[in-house]
Each structure stands twice: as C-alpha cells, then as structure tokens.
C-alpha cells in the first residue's frame, strides 16, 4: 500500500506543511487536531465542547482513511490548564470507553493559539488492512 494523506480543508494544514493524518501500510496517523469546526473556522470555549469537535473531526478524517474511532490504538490528549482534564477525559470516556486505546494527557504550557484548550492525536488501524 502507497502512503497516502488526508486533508481536512484547514488553512493550517497548507500553511504550515502537514497533512491531518497520513496513511501508511495499516496504519493511519492523525496530526493534533484541536476544536475548530473547519467548515465555519468557529472554536467554542469551553474544553469539552472543543473536544467533541475534535472527535467529530477524527471520525471524518478516519473514516475517509478506511478506519474509524473503534480502531484507534493510541491517544494522547494535550490541554493547557489542569482543570481541563476532568471535562476532556469525560468526553474521551464517551467516545473511547469499550475501545480503551493506550493513551496519555500531558498539561502543556499552551498550542498554537491561546484560544485552544485542547489537541488530540491518535493512531489508528485501518478497518481492512492490505495483505
């Protein structure tokens, strides 16, 4: 299988370089994505609403790599402030709760923009892997 990336439309993506995730062999790799709706360009304030979006974002992008949530095997979540944990976690709780990935929440000093809560990242199988 050919590497192959996936682009969601954000004018990140071409203005910094990067694909949102790159499928190669059966694996996908999804670059951190934070709340942004990308069709408006909105982000809500609150943590846990930015992480709904960011899981809305990765389902999209996982299911145009031939993959999905149920086959993510790694997460690492990253929020600039402790108390953004305990609302996150809930929201991963939801999606990932009989999934249950190897994953990770790192307290970060601050992403790209102040505005942003909370980036998620994440390596997923792919639904019907080559071979």
């Known amino acids: 299988m050919s590497r192959r990336l996936i682009s969601t439309g954000s004018p990140f993506e071409t203005a910094f370089g990067y694909s949102r995730a790159v499928v190669d062999g059966d694996l996908v790799f999804v670059s951190g994505t934070t709340g942004y709706d990308y069709v ?15 899981f809305r ?22 929020v600039t402030d402790r108390s953004y944990c305990d609302p996150v976690l809930a929201v ?4 990932f709760g009989e999934i249950r990935p190897a994953a990770g ?11 942003m809560k909370v980036e998620i990242e994440v390596t997923a199988r792919l639904t019907h892997p080559s071979g």
Request: glycine share 6%; with cysteine; net charge negative.
């Open 40 to 54: 408006t360009m909105t982000l809500p304030e609150d943590a846990a609403d930015q992480a709904r979006n960011i």
């Open 57 to 78: 974002t990765l389902d999209a992008v996982l299911t145009e790599a031939g993959s999905s949530l149920s086959q993510v095997v790694r997460a690492q979540y990253f």
């Open 92 to 95: 991963c709780g939801e999606v």
């Open 105 to 115: 929440i790192y307290v970060v000093l601050g992403l790209l923009k102040p505005e």
